[in-house]
């Protein structure tokens, strides 16, 4: 995940927006063909590094668990162009040594990605993917005293790269 954005809006409309330098994930995937030209599937997902560019300090975790819905058009016997949405579920886990979080941020996540598959041998697959993944997490902050409410959103522009087996 080359690069993102995290920003937060507390509810008294103060908002902080952090360009991350390098954000890097990990995401196996589950899909079962529904046809030869779709699948649904899920895909949990660890996004690490999501802390503002030039920051010296911890970064923040994402974790998101989402579905996936491909549809595939072959372009040749052994190769395909996809498309991609993946609707599903975020938590951020920030370090408690950036701000007192009293519930973490959670919600909404949308990714959406076009891609290629080409086949290496006959069930392994070198897959390739550029995309872009919105967030929509709310949380509050504060401590037990006072507490604010507040919005992140979260967005990356991501190029993925992996291997593929069909069981």
Do not use: C
Request: aromatic share 8%.
């Amino acid at each position: 995940m080359p690069v993102g954005t995290l920003v937060g809006t507390a509810s008294m409309n103060t908002t902080v927006s952090a360009d991350t330098v390098f954000a890097t994930a990990v995401a196996p995937f589950v899909d079962v063909a529904v046809s030869p030209y779709a699948a649904l599937g899920i895909s949990p997902q660890v996004i690490f590094r999501v802390k503002p560019d030039g920051s010296t300090g911890q970064s923040a975790t994402e974790f998101d668990l989402r579905a996936r819905l491909t549809g595939r058009v072959p372009v040749s016997g052994s190769s395909y162009l996809y498309g991609r949405l993946s609707p599903g579920f975020s938590i951020i886990s920030i370090p408690s040594s950036a701000t007192k979080v009293a519930s973490p941020p959670m919600g909404l996540v949308v990714d959406v990605a076009v891609g290629a598959e080409f086949s290496l041998l006959p069930k392994l697959f070198w897959v390739v993917d550029l995309g872009y993944q919105m967030g929509f997490q709310s949380g509050s902050v504060g401590d037990d005293v006072s507490q604010v409410d507040a919005d992140y959103h979260t967005r990356y522009l991501h190029v993925g790269s992996g291997l593929a087996l069909r069981l």
